[in-house]
């Protein structure tokens, strides 16, 4: 592996004009393509092999009208200091209101409140449902404006009106999280290597890489029904590891350059060693957000499998353009020394690489000393660690997982306020009705049969009449429970009905009977997650252990790297219920309401934060082996891998830090709690674990550490991660189980 890349390296870094063409061309290609694709598709929800996929896909079976793709609005209208909104005061409003929305553009029709029993029990709120065309995400300002026009207008008569359903427009913009990250992975970067040019590319390769992969999802987006969320965890992950992965790249490159080789070579050399570290770091996230096809959910595998082909873009781009731009660079891509201190008087470029590779091995840096203190401390810092981590995933013991929707949203949108009212004046449940499918010979008969029996019910408000298609071999009953979509009481409910439909069935003569709603897909999407949870686990676990056993030639430095993950996700887990649904801090990170955590970011967060926590372990220590596989005692291995490669993985976690940091400021719920959560998971994972717990074990180890059981030793293939093939070291003795050059008395780079 190490050759190779080195070779790769050197032909990049030689042919460096035609390397920088080749990506320019993919970079404007990719951007023409997703200039000229069709539009993408609107988000869509789907849970293979579950009831309520079942039954949504039995109504768009048997009732296609009703399953039409248009948009809806509920307008709730409230008449002020509680008067009669169906009174003669107010009621030439409300039908005014309702006329003027059947005349605006893309509007199908407007129920009217007063024929359609759409007024409370107080006659206080009325409410009318409008229909469009086309789906919410492809209406039109023209469209949102007239609707808007038209509440303002009713507002202007006294009128409380307030509006839910997709066709209400959302504030979407942008809060500028990829800005933020940018700049602040800038300032890391300018003071880690002290030089723009070195510090600014990282970024431009990070943002041609980042500008592949989302090019790439647009244009293969009508395709493979990818929506424009799906390229948002795609941009988060493929910026975060793109700086990263050449921020590793470059760093090796100046450290070759120190150690007196020549551009080429040193070229070579990064790509074939702190190359081999990305190729496989890059294979762990790969495999983790892959992996999230092992789900079944469509929306989680197309999230996935587009972050995981941004990612081996960012790769390719760290082990092919980072050596080629690297060519152009100046000599002063290294900070200079101060000459003055070193000679008194200018040095020549030799000296002054001389003098840089002196006085990195003569002055310890911070890396060093607190490696110094860990190994002399072990006991202490791990304890510390582990109490520490284990505190703050305390809260991860009170999870609520919950499904987003207009009851969560800030109180200050129309939509919170329009689900407030409605809950107000027709009961909480009336914001959740759960829907009944009903197969049989003569549905219409059968379904009036399953209504009664529902009925009966304890948590049941109504049951509608039913409603049969053409053919009466289906029809649909509306069921309103007492309790809010959200409420445990309602799952409760949920259980009970689904559990007692045998006895229904067969007392009513149906075929088959469902049930469906925002509550019922809650309770089956969790327990899709909870089915698919281990099976994840075990193939991206699993197979990241195999990895890694490979590049380390370990069974304990896998194991030791898997547990410290587990460790990472509790404390991030932690960190999210107590802002998220506790509501702790809730001003600082911009958190309106606190709620439910989104069933969909555990799981999200697992796969993104173990492939993360492999990076950052990958890094680390495969600089200590490279060292131990050449001479050095376990102490002193670990004290080589914090010298060399301690800031440069500080400087890496606080770039992501950052980068994940900037989503917290998105307005869409989902995107700021995986930012959060993933920015808390790489504080803890690299600070904590990687940083402390880490060489702390490896001190109580020792050698026993990088034990390997010598029948593995004899079966594995040596890929070669140090980059022991690639000369400058001479060869001799290897160590028991760790095959490989060793010196004894060579000093460590």
Do not use: C
Not at 436 to 449: K, N, Q, R, Y
Not at 605 to 618: K, R
């Amino acid at each position: 592996m190490a050759t190779f890349l080195h070779r790769l390296g050197r032909f990049a870094f030689r042919r460096r004009g035609l390397t920088v063409l080749l990506w320019l061309l993919v970079f404007v290609g990719g951007g023409v393509a997703a200039s000229s694709a069709p539009p993408p598709p609107a988000d869509t929800f789907s849970m293979p092999g579950t009831e309520s996929q079942k039954a949504f896909d039995l109504l768009k079976e048997k009732f296609p009208a009703a399953g039409a793709e248009g948009a809806s609005a509920r307008v709730v209208i409230r008449a002020p200091g509680g008067q009669d909104v169906s009174g003669p005061r107010h009621r030439p409003a409300v039908s005014g209101l309702v006329a003027e929305l059947k005349k605006a553009p893309g509007v199908v029709g407007v129920t009217d409140p007063y024929l359609t029993g759409g007024v409370s029990k107080d006659a206080t709120t009325a409410y009318a449902v409008v229909s469009y065309k086309v789906p919410g995400l492809q209406l039109t300002e023209e469209e949102h404006g007239a609707q808007a026009k038209a509440f303002e207008n009713a507002r202007a008569k006294g009128l409380t009106v307030e509006a839910g359903g997709d066709a209400v427009k959302i504030d979407t913009a942008m809060g500028g999280a990829e800005i933020v990250g940018v700049l602040v992975s800038a300032v890391v970067l300018l003071v880690t290597f002290g030089s723009l040019i070195a510090a600014g590319m990282p970024l431009l390769t990070a943002l041609i890489g980042v500008g592949v992969g989302i090019s790439g999802i647009t244009a293969l987006g009508s395709t493979f029904g990818l929506s424009t969320n799906t390229s948002t965890l795609a941009m988060m992950i493929g910026l975060a590891v793109g700086i990263d992965y050449a921020l590793f790249i470059i760093s090796r490159y100046r450290s070759e350059i120190a150690e007196g080789h020549e551009r080429r070579e040193a070229a070579g050399r990064a790509v074939g060693t702190a190359g081999s570290a990305v190729v496989f770091a890059g294979l762990t996230v790969i495999i983790a957000l892959a992996g999230l096809a092992v789900v079944n959910v469509p929306v989680l595998t197309k999230m996935g499998l587009s972050a995981a082909g941004t990612v081996a873009v960012a790769v390719l781009v760290a082990v092919t353009l980072v050596p080629a731009l690297l060519g152009f660079a100046p000599v002063k891509v290294l900070r200079r020394i101060d000459r003055k201190a070193v000679t008194g008087k200018p040095l020549s470029a030799r000296q002054e690489r001389r003098a840089a590779k002196e006085a990195a091995r003569t002055k310890p840096n911070l890396g060093t000393r607190w490696a110094g203190y860990v190994l002399r401390h072990p006991v202490a810092v791990l304890l510390v660690g582990v109490v520490g981590l284990g505190t703050v995933a305390v809260p991860a013991a009170s999870l609520e997982l919950g499904l987003p929707g207009e009851g969560t949203m800030a109180t200050e949108t129309t939509q919170r306020k329009a689900y407030d009212m409605l809950s107000e004046s027709f009961g909480p449940g009336f914001n959740g009705p759960l829907m009944i499918t009903v197969s049989a010979e003569d549905a219409a008969a059968a379904a009036g049969g399953v209504g009664r029996e529902l009925a009966k019910v304890d948590g049941v408000v109504s049951v509608s009449p039913a409603v049969p298609n053409a053919g009466n071999d289906t029809a649909i009953l509306n069921l309103v429970p007492s309790t809010g979509p959200n409420d445990h009481a309602t799952e409760e409910l949920v259980r009970t009905i689904r559990a007692g439909l045998g006895g229904v069935e067969a007392a009513t003569g149906a075929s088959e009977v469902l049930v469906t709603g925002q509550t019922a897909v809650f309770i089956d999407f969790s327990k899709t997650l909870d089915d698919a949870l281990v099976p994840y686990l075990a193939l991206v676990v699993g197979l990241a252990f195999l990895l890694l056993v490979l590049v380390f030639r370990s069974v304990l430095v896998p194991l030791k790297a898997a547990l410290g993950f587990l460790l990472s996700v509790g404390a991030a887990l932690g960190a999210v219920v107590a802002v998220f649904q506790w509501g702790w801090l809730a001003d600082v990170f911009g958190v309106k309401e606190a709620g439910p955590v989104m069933s969909t970011m555990p799981i999200i967060m697992i796969g993104v934060v173990f492939g993360l926590a492999m990076d950052y372990e990958v890094f680390l220590v495969s600089r200590m082996r490279e060292a131990y596989v050449h001479g050095a005692e376990p102490g002193e291995a670990v004290v080589t891998g914090f010298r060399h490669g301690g800031r440069v993985v500080g400087a890496a976690a606080i770039i992501m830090i950052s980068v994940f940091s900037g989503f917290v400021t998105e307005q869409n719920d989902l995107i700021k709690m995986i930012g959060f959560a993933l920015a808390s998971a790489v504080l803890f994972d690299a600070f904590v674990v990687r940083m402390a717990i880490v060489p702390a074990l490896f001190a109580l180890l020792g050698a026993s550490a990088w034990w390997l059981p010598k029948w593995l030793d004899r079966v594995l293939p040596n890929l070669d991660v140090e980059g022991e093939g690639l000369g400058g070291r001479p060869a001799g003795g290897d160590r028991a189980g760790v095959p490989g050059p060793r010196r004894e008395h060579e000093p460590v780079h």
